[in-house]
């Protein structure tokens, strides 16, 4: 049984979204902690580095999506590792609310309420998946 989450984002380039998404997964592992999480980062899976490599058969992985392309999930599945659960920033939050369009590309705070609504879903999937585990 996995004791940890892997936080995998998208590093899509293109949309804003990706960056409150990256932004999201590093105040989630803050939240839970180095002892309950892991940041997974795609350059280094591409590469095979081990760290990274590891995170797939150690950890439950949560995908973070920014867009309906699924490159985090593509990656994970490439380098053969399961996806336990996918969480889309672009669909969270619409359904929140936000105006997609005017959410910043270049740099998000942590503070700012997209990338907490984003922590805050991720936070809740762990616990969801920990849950699952232990019941």
Request: charge should be negative.
């Amino acid at each position: 049984m996995p004791k940890k989450v892997c936080f995998q984002p998208c590093l899509g380039i293109k949309t804003n979204l990706s960056t409150i998404g990256r932004q999201g997964c590093y105040l989630a592992h803050l939240r839970l902690g180095a002892e309950k999480s892991d940041l997974g980062c795609a350059p280094a899976l591409y590469a095979n580095v081990q760290e990274d490599v590891d995170f797939l058969a150690q950890d439950w992985m949560i995908a973070v999506e920014s867009c309906d392309k699924g490159c985090a999930n593509h990656l994970v599945a490439e380098k053969g590792g399961p996806v336990h659960a996918t969480v889309r920033v672009d669909e969270l939050l619409a359904a929140q609310g936000f105006d997609l369009a005017s959410l910043p590309r270049a740099h998000a705070p942590l503070d700012h309420p997209a990338v907490v609504a984003v922590a805050d879903e991720l936070v809740r999937v762990a616990a969801a998946l920990e849950a699952s585990e232990t019941a």
